[in-house]
């Protein structure tokens, strides 16, 4: 499987980004994706993820209410809609992808997914 994520940038405080990860298989009923992030010095941490079949979804506490992710099923593709960006949003973005069907309580762990994106980087200036 092969996720390839886009749509990362420049953007000032306050503005918007879209992210979007498109996957070379399509995604199981169960599957979970989601996307990471790792800012520089700092170790990978949990953002979003959802679940394909139910879309039931699930934020890190420091982005609910601003980001909002979402799938085509179509495409085998999720995004993420990334608004009121701030400076501590800086990091290279990271789109993931079990191989397993974990529940929505375990989509905010590394460990959860097999399968990760090359990154996109988005700096957020202030």
């Known amino acids: 499987v092969q996720l390839q994520a886009c749509g990362g940038g420049l953007v000032q405080a306050g503005g918007s980004l879209r992210l979007s990860c498109a996957a070379s298989?399509?995604?199981?009923?169960?599957?979970?994706l989601g996307w990471f992030r790792q800012a520089p010095g700092k170790e990978r941490e949990f953002v979003a993820a959802?679940?394909?079949?139910?879309?039931?979804?699930r934020y890190a506490d420091s982005v609910k209410g601003r980001f909002t992710i979402s799938r085509d099923n179509a495409k085998n593709t999720i995004y993420l809609q990334m608004d009121s960006l701030k400076a501590e949003d800086t990091a290279v973005y990271y789109c993931?992808?079990?191989?397993?069907?974990?529940?929505?309580?375990?989509?905010?762990?590394?460990?959860?997914?097999?399968?990760w994106g090359q990154g996109t980087l988005v700096t957020v200036s202030s």
């Open positions: 298989e399509r995604a199981f009923s169960g599957n979970a």
């Open positions: 993931a992808k079990s191989s397993g069907f974990p529940i929505i309580s375990e989509t905010g762990l590394s460990r959860a997914y097999a399968y």
């Open positions: 959802l679940r394909w079949n139910s879309g039931s979804t």
